[in-house]
């Protein structure tokens, strides 16, 4: 079939009640392109000043009821053939009428669906869409609202390749030393499904090619097919290739798939589509082997919104948070807690990053008073076969997973769930693995009195939990590692290929014993705990890797990984921050991009950074405790630019896995201090603020490996602007993202000048999205003005033709500066 983009020309408001209207239009609708977050532009504070329903979970925005819709010509020439939409993802349980007449549903916010529109079309005239859309108490964390992926329009004959009736397979493959990328041979099998919808029987050629990345033809077949009225038929071809590249995430090697239908001669219909070539091996002794080498998972978990963009599905902006991450040490990502875009998922094929893709955040039971729960037991099966259907020619996929944290594994009836789930994805793919996140402690939660019975006699014998337990991290994984969730898990765990835990490490050494084929992945884990977590990954053959909360921050869940430090009145962390709170604050890598200290610390952590890193605690919170729970990192920033604490007492930490580091401050030692992996890769330097130059130098038996420098921003704060990239395209869903800095003469940044900074675009684009990481802000992503945080803004332009897009700033006591796009 024909895809056309089907993205431009919407408009969109909250729904109002259609007697309200009776008398004329009570709101307006506004113009808006695809794909768009209807949320992200809310108000976050109701009117009356209460917080909004949806609460720190939602970060304080609002839900409610959305429309959309457009018009649009349908010539004559296409009546009697078949029209769809297609719709990639709306958030959520969307309704879709066509001139009024109702055409289709789906209550699942991240599936996308196929709605047939041909019987409610007028041709040689205008047509309209309407598309409604909820939100509301039925997620943990943001959500947005509304059509946020793009939309294509199908048009096709009543003969055609069904959308994703393209199915490519690896059937067999040899490689020349192992893992290289060169392939010795391939056996690839494409199995096309075509669809005959007329009252004739249809007789067809199916001709099918078989392209390497630079578009030369590898091998091809033609075969015939005949496809009753009213029937569909599956073509397959075996195909031999000599030679072949193997997908790996190092080469991620591409071939092109085109498979075409005719009838004597005469087109009827064509697809395509991109695959690799690799091979997939799991045992408990090597563990997960692609292209036949071992490859541990370093994981990132990752939520669908975009920063300043809201939960809107740019390809670019997908494409780019792949490249920062891999750029960062990750080499895979679970998709956390639903199906992943098309756009993320192409950008990982190319990129070379492993793919965890995720069904359900719930099953049966509820987590918020309106969730996917009440949609489940209906829905679940055309959800899995939607999410198997985009993923399955998708090489970075290489395993799925069917929950997340889903209180019923720990019961019976739960794992029966588990088992129909896990045997329907492999009744539809049996190419890759199968897992669950487990939360073992959700999972008993209604046996926890038994436990704390337990704990009781165990501390009256001089042990317990209370005695093991630092934090809430603790608590999780004695919950984890007890008798109790090992009989109740047993099950649910054993009905998968990997066993997916949730902060569970404690499991890792006890499951080798206890149950010695299980493969486990810890598919969610502190970010605090990488150092013990990867040394486990790495000394089990069983463990297969680890996915950290989180390698990229989000919107909602507000405040769980923000520093907190005891008081009083507060001698605890609290999880959740208060209005104007907006983001989690636990990822590696902030909502503009910017990494972390958290990430190079992993970084070295995995050993892929020789230099050491230095990050410097805020001064202000000098001598206080630190009480943020196990997701929270430090307070600290890779800045030596403190004005105002010039001589004050302030706490530098140190990363390194050496054996030694030395400070230096303006040349002068503070001294050598261990670190390395028996001191957890960190240690820390208590010293007096004195601006100038912070050097760290690491040793290893006393000779140096590396060294990393800090340098004080000094005189007056200019701004700068710069683009990610100096070229972008028209079309494809591209973006130009545009980073503001404050910085002295030199180039250094000054985090500590943070002033208002405004943008205005002109030229061949708009603004989409402007924002900075600000944890707690009342500043909108939509508006031509924002806060620097710690020196930096970000803003997001999308090109509305070809030319010259031109992003002017101003800021106070800076000169203006400009940053030049241009558009093809």
Known sequence: MIRTSFNDDWQTRRKVNPFAELSGPVAPFEPVTLPHDAMIGQDRLAPDGEVTMEGGAGAYFPGGVFEYRKTFFVPEELRGKRVQFEFEGVYRDATVHVNGDYAGQRPYGYSHFVVDADPYLRYGADNEIRVEARAHQDSRWYTGAGIYRPVRMLTGDLVRIVPDGIRVTTLDVESEGEGEGEGERAVVEVATRVRNDSIAIRTLDVAVNLRDASGNTVTGDVTKVTVLPGEDAVVRSRLYVREARLWDVESPHLYGCQVALSAEGDPVDSDSVRFGIRSLRLDPEQGLRLNGRTVKLRGACVHHDNGPLGAATHARAEERRVELLKDAGFNAIRMSHHPMSRAMLDACDRLGMLVVDETFDVWTSAKNGFDYSLHFPEWWERDVEAMVAKDYNHPSVIMYSIGNEIPETGSAVGAAWGRRLAEKVRSLDSTRYVTNAVNGFLAVMSELAALRAQQTQDSAAGGGINSQMADAGDMINYVSASDLVTRRTAESFAVLDVAGMNYAEARYALDRELFPNRIILGTETFPTRIDGNWKLVREHGHVIGDFTWTGWDYLGEVGIGRPQFATPENPRPEHTAPFPHLLAGCGDIDITGHRRPASYYREIV???????????????????????????????????????????PITVEVYSDADEVELLGNGNSFGRRPVGAEHRFRTEFEVVYVPGELVAVAYRDGVETGRTSLQWANGPVRLTAGADRPVVRATGGDLAYVTFTLTDAAGTLHPAADRPVSVEVSGAGELVGFGSAAPSSEERFDAAERHTYEGRALAVVRPTGTGKIRVLATAPDCDPVEAVITVE
């Open 606 to 648: 995995f050993g892929l950074r020789t230099e050491p890193y230095i990050a410097v605690r805020r001064p202000e919170h000098h001598g206080l405790t630190p009480i943020g729970g196990p997701w929270a990192w430090s307070d600290s920033l890779a800045s030596w630019t403190w004005p105002g604490w010039e001589g004050k």
